[in-house]
């Protein structure tokens, strides 16, 4: 078994499409964790200057013609000061592992780590059935339940060590940047950040397995892309016109698994109109937890029967 | 060489693959009983969509059976196939690798992949006359370097059965004459070789035996000399035919007008001319050729494409 994980292995590093893909897997997370650093950094004394010029110019225009900013002209210069002032308060909002984890980088590049893995699993795989060359490999192993699982290993493997080291690089970046800029952080704000990444590895190596499972089925890129491509669009839309709960929305659960629980909406039933809710009155509550295990179980499921499936598919369908 | 009690590589009993598609059902291979013995070279004949293809696929667990029992060396496939593949080689229809790697790469992780050294990977590039391009592309490759390739990848595991559907395709007539020489090399060597080709001439001259199928079904099968049949037809060339003519019908023989003579006593027929004085220059067998006999067999049986 090792053996046949090994050609796989060696199979999947000379394509050069799949290394591609991962190549972008570890360069976009890189730009993203870029480009935050770049927006959150302090003001410089120019850029400092440049906002007090600013400021000045806009009070300036706000004296002159006091009622385009809806002044009386009596108190024109008093309150044009006070006006202008929040608009220029001359600040960026400084870097926060807490903040990219809630609604910032943080799910980005989880998003980029499973897209990009995923096509990856659907590339190696697809190209075999592509070229037809799969049919010579189980001529050489005719066992097809370790040619599956070969691959599957060498897929999952990839994917979740570039997911890991990416995930762990971005949040170790972030962290090291923030205490370059003294900026003060809560205790264990590195682990948390360090065990969403590892969360979002998790979830991506699965996307891949899952990427792969699906082509080893249709026998297809082609094919599996097109069906992903229709459940992201069509998926949420269906569950939202059906009426279905939001916490079956996929996205729903990708947070719910990424960010250790997320909250979800619910209608409260009629009966809780005009009623005073009181603590504990959970049957009221607009929104609701959704939990890790929820989401775990939500995509491990779909995983499982995905895997399930292309295993049976893979074992009796004759080979082209 | 083989397992088998039967002394036969290859066993089929009523065998059968039926296609399920929109326009209905479609049997490729119909109760086919199939026996190939160990050592020579077999040759597996049929017009296009008689089901050879399809019959190699399931040998070679590719494809399900739809009925009947297969055997290699002896053992159930494809239950058993794991245990027997490795003593297995086959080029299926055309040669099928990853068109971005090199010939190299692409027979390093199929040797790589049975646990053969790196040495047997040279060993076969040598073999099929590919050294020096071994390292280009798969996709730069014409189709008789495809060909080649394949057949590498064959000697890769050391057969004892080598499996070939159509193994001259696209090779200039020296790649074929090498082809040919490297199968009667490794049929004289003691591996058995299924030989699927539409060459007839080809396979007469390399079979030791061979088998015709049409439509799915077994229409002839056994050693060539046995399928040609023996000769029973002679050209008789004499000074004077007429004068022959006349002592052969005399003496109880057929004569046509091209002077060939339907008779298994050639001795008996240069006894009655020699006892008239009438001396042969000429008395030749005449042979049907395999061609004639698979025409013969398979007339009306040609449908679209191979299955």
Same mark, same amino acid.
């Given at each position: ?182 900026? =003060?952080?809560? &205790?264990?704000? #590195? %682990? ?6 590892? !969360? *979002? +590895?998790?979830?991506?190596?699965? $996307? ?70 009181? =603590?504990?009155? &959970?049957?009221? #509550? %607009? ?6 295990? !929820? *989401? +775990?179980?939500?995509?491990?499921? $779909? ?18 | ?307």
């Amino acid at each position: 078994m090792m053996r046949l994980v090994g050609v796989e292995l060696t199979r999947l590093r000379w394509r050069r499409a799949v290394l591609a893909l991962v190549l972008l897997a570890i360069v976009v997370p890189a730009l993203i964790a870029a480009s935050r650093i770049w927006a959150t950094r302090p003001l410089s004394q120019d850029e400092l200057d440049d906002v007090a010029s600013m400021k000045a110019e806009e009070v300036a225009r706000c004296v002159e013609h006091p009622r385009q900013y809806g002044i009386p002209k009596a108190h024109a210069e008093e309150q044009c000061e006070d006006l202008v002032r929040g608009w220029y308060y001359g600040a960026r909002q400084p870097l926060s592992l807490s903040r990219e984890r809630r609604e910032g980088s943080g799910i980005g590049v989880v998003a980029v780590l499973t897209a990009f893995l995923l096509l990856a699993g659907t590339t190696f795989v697809g190209h075999d059935w592509n070229t037809g060359s799969m049919s010579n490999q189980l001529l050489f192993e005719a066992r097809r339940g370790r040619v599956w699982t070969a691959k599957a290993v060498a897929v999952t493997g990839v994917a979740l060590a570039v997911s890991a080291v990416v995930s762990t690089a971005f949040w170790l970046t972030m962290w090291s940047t923030m205490r370059a800029r003294d900026i =003060p952080m809560l &205790d264990g704000a #590195l %682990g948390d950040s360090l065990a969403f990444g590892l !969360r *979002g +590895a998790l979830f991506a190596a699965a $996307a891949a397995l899952g990427g792969y499972a699906l082509t080893m089925l249709f026998r297809s890129t082609v094919a599996t892309v097109g069906v992903l491509f229709g459940v992201a669009l069509a998926g949420g839309i269906i569950i939202s016109v059906l009426g279905i709960g939001d916490q079956w929305q996929p996205q729903k659960n990708v947070s719910a698994i990424v960010k250790n629980g997320t909250l979800y909406y619910v209608q409260p039933p009629p009966s809780c109109e005009g009623r005073v809710i009181e =603590p504990g009155d &959970d049957e009221c #509550l %607009g929104e609701r937890e959704l939990p890790l295990w !929820r *989401g +775990a179980t939500y995509y491990g499921l $779909a995983l499982v029967a995905t895997a399930g499936a292309s295993v049976v598919s893979f074992r009796r369908r004759d080979v082209p | 060489m083989t397992d088998s009690p039967g002394g036969y590589v290859i066993e089929t009993s009523g065998l059968r693959k039926e296609f399920r598609s929109r326009r209905g059902l479609r049997v490729a291979v119909a109760d086919l009983d199939l026996a190939v013995p160990a050592g020579g070279v077999h040759g597996f004949l049929g017009p296009n969509g008689s089901g050879k293809t399809t019959t190699i696929r399931m040998l070679l667990g590719l494809a399900r059976a739809t009925a009947g029992t297969m055997r290699l060396f002896g053992e159930p496939v494809p239950n058993r196939l794991p245990a027997v593949i490795g003593r297995v080689g086959a080029v299926v229809e055309s040669p099928k690798f990853s068109p971005h790697f090199s010939g190299r790469q692409n027979l390093t992780l199929l040797a790589r992949s049975i646990g053969a050294p790196a040495s047997r990977v040279d060993a076969a590039v040598d073999t099929v006359g590919l050294t020096g391009r071994d390292r280009d592309r798969y996709k730069s490759y014409s189709l008789g370097m495809k060909q080649r390739l394949a057949i590498a990848a064959t000697l890769l595991k050391d057969p004892s059965l080598l499996i070939l559907d159509e193994p001259t395709n696209g090779l200039d007539p020296a790649g074929i004459r090498e082809i040919r020489d490297t199968i009667r090399g490794l049929g004289e060597a003691g591996v058995t070789v299924l030989l699927s080709s539409h060459i007839l001439a080809e396979v007469q001259q390399v079979c030791t035996s061979a088998t015709i199928i049409g439509q799915g079904r077994m229409l002839a099968s056994g050693r060539v000399d046995e399928l040609v049949g023996a000769s029973t037809a002679y050209r008789v060339g004499v000074p004077d035919p007429v004068a022959a003519r006349r002592v052969l019908a005399e003496a109880g023989f057929t004569v046509s007008a091209e002077m060939l003579v339907e008779t298994d006593r050639p001795a008996d027929l240069t006894q009655a001319l020699g006892a008239a004085g009438i001396w042969l220059n000429e008395l030749t067998p005449v042979r049907r050729d395999l061609e004639a006999v698979f025409l013969e067999l398979t007339a009306g049986t040609e449908l679209g494409g191979d299955a």
